[in-house]
């Protein structure tokens, strides 16, 4: 039998002085304190270089506090040292980390077109591996980037954006009419949550909607709101923080969605009709599997269902937040358009009524050509993501006379390029995009950027305008509606994604007799 044995404290040597002892210690721990900040120091001073920006930050944190605190004024004074410098790039220190701002739209497409393991990785947000996991779908490179993109082309040809758009509009329709039942014409409502839980309940329906459960529904949103609160929050990977709860909340949504193409496999190999998105995406993707099992050759890489359910989350993410900015920015830039909110209003009602009981088709929608036009315009006026993260895998010589460090998180400005080259780049105008003479989409298309560019460039754009023209088509023909305008109303705020600051505060009177089908 072992004998369990009390623990006693070691006595300490004979005239042991503790205090003493840290007395002593303490010079040497602030000479290291202040060697490991005067380093620091020295290897932001190197990175920087000519580059405008603070002259000393804050060791370890930065700017982070500042972004955090006011994210819209912080990436504000780095596109004004941009500009002002001329040199089109900015730099600053955020949690240990070297960033580059850049402004110029060129410089951004230099960073888009050299994504590659030896230059630059897509990372989607500053530390989105830790928060989105290593083997997303915005990590891969080269052929593996490319074959995985030609499986999901089946999710957005004609036919399948065909049968979102009927589930769209039968959302968008009922969220409509929840609003105006709940409002009153005098009083003003914000629309940003409204429009957020439309657009969740649209992603769901449309990229799984068979398969989710009213009860999986719920956890779901609930998961979703807890990872929006972490995306913008301290990245504090430890209990109780917002990132951490976050973080968890992902795997949870990917477990569902995995869940989800298990249950899409099946239906599609027993001859099922494509329903929602995974089916088109699980309809070929599950015969090439079952045509290389019969083969005997390995099946193709990225088919397990866990590997999928992250896939779908990159695009409800990408579809989310993204839609739920330009739904604000539009009905806000409306309200002072009321010219274009007529010329909208008599383009649907030439294709489509509302009390038709019937949804716009798809040929009839293509035919909506200034309303696709408004739906640019917002996108560019206001693009959602305004920033799009990527670190620099290796020194990267950007132009003739900057090279930017390995390990720089760098920041390409989809947001500035908006307002280069444009005609009037400040005002709202969709004749750009619509007008045959003036035709500002092809001359300075490579200042559109909102949906990135190269082999990178959202999939998924397609989707996310018919989204915005949609519910734009839908929305100017049941609501008559008027901006309540306040002091600093449509400044950008960061929600992840930019929105107007009093979360579009409308007035709203339904104008048709009726409207559903």
């Not at 990436?75 to 790039?89: F, I, K, N």
Request: hydrophobic fraction near 45%; include cysteine.
């Amino acid at each position: 039998m072992m004998m369990m044995m009390e623990l006693l404290p070691l006595p300490l040597p004979v005239g042991f002085n503790f205090m003493g002892c840290v007395r002593a210690a303490a010079p040497l721990v602030a000479a290291a304190v202040a060697l490991y900040f005067f380093v620091e120091q020295l290897s932001y001073q190197r990175k920087k270089g000519v580059l405008p920006g603070p002259s000393l930050v804050l060791p370890f944190l930065g700017s982070i506090v500042p972004m955090i605190r006011d994210p819209t004024g912080f990436w504000e004074v780095q596109a004004a040292r941009a500009r002002d410098s001329g040199a089109g790039l900015a730099a600053d220190f955020l949690v240990g980390r070297f960033i580059l701002f850049v402004r110029d739209s060129e410089l951004s497409h230099r960073v888009f077109a050299n994504v590659r393991p030896d230059a630059f990785h897509f990372v989607g947000h500053p530390f989105g591996k830790k928060l989105f996991g290593e083997h997303n779908f915005i990590y891969l490179f080269g052929d593996e980037h490319k074959d995985l993109r030609r499986r999901m082309a089946p999710t957005f040809t004609p036919r399948a954006l065909s049968t979102y758009a009927a589930i769209q509009q039968r959302i968008v329709l009922a969220h409509i009419r929840r609003l105006l039942d709940h409002t009153s014409p005098t009083t003003p409502v914000p629309i940003r949550v409204p429009c957020r839980d439309m657009n969740l309940e649209t992603s769901q329906t449309v990229f799984v909607g068979p398969y989710l459960t009213e009860e999986a529904r719920a956890r779901f949103g609930e998961d979703y709101a807890v990872f929006n609160v972490g995306v913008i929050a301290l990245p504090v990977d430890l209990p109780g923080f917002a990132f951490r709860r976050a973080r968890l909340a992902v795997g949870r949504l990917v477990r569902t969605l995995a869940e989800c193409v298990g249950q899409s496999k099946a239906r599609m190999r027993a001859g099922g009709e494509p329903e929602c998105l995974v089916d088109y995406w699980m309809q070929g993707l599950v015969k090439e599997m079952d045509e290389a099992a019969a083969a005997g050759r390995p099946l193709p890489k990225h088919t397990a269902d866990e590997d999928l359910g992250g896939y779908l989350f990159d695009f409800l993410f990408a579809a989310q937040d993204a839609s739920t900015s330009s739904l604000c920015w539009a009905v806000a830039a409306l309200g002072s358009h009321p010219d274009v909110v007529a010329r909208m209003r008599a383009e649907v009602s030439a294709v489509w009524s509302p009390e038709s009981g019937e949804p716009i088709t798809a040929e009839k929608f293509v035919q909506l050509r200034y309303t696709h036009a408004v739906a640019r315009e917002v996108v560019r006026y206001r693009p959602p993501a305004t920033l799009v993260p990527h670190i620099a895998a290796e020194a990267f010589q950007l132009t003739e006379w900057y090279t930017v460090p390995k390990g720089a998180i760098v920041f390409p400005s989809v947001y500035e390029s908006s307002f280069q080259g444009f005609t009037e780049a400040e005002a709202f105008d969709p004749d750009r995009f619509f007008s045959e003479a003036r035709r500002e989409d092809e001359a300075f298309k490579r200042n559109f950027l909102a949906f990135g560019a190269g082999a990178h460039q959202c999939i998924g754009q397609r989707y996310a305008l018919n989204h915005l023209a949609l519910f734009l088509a839908l929305f100017v023909s049941v609501v008559d509606f008027k901006r309540h305008t306040t002091h600093g109303c449509d400044e950008p705020v960061y929600m992840p994604t930019i929105v107007p600051k009093d979360d579009c505060t409308v007035y709203l009177h339904q104008r048709c007799s009726s409207f559903s089908f």
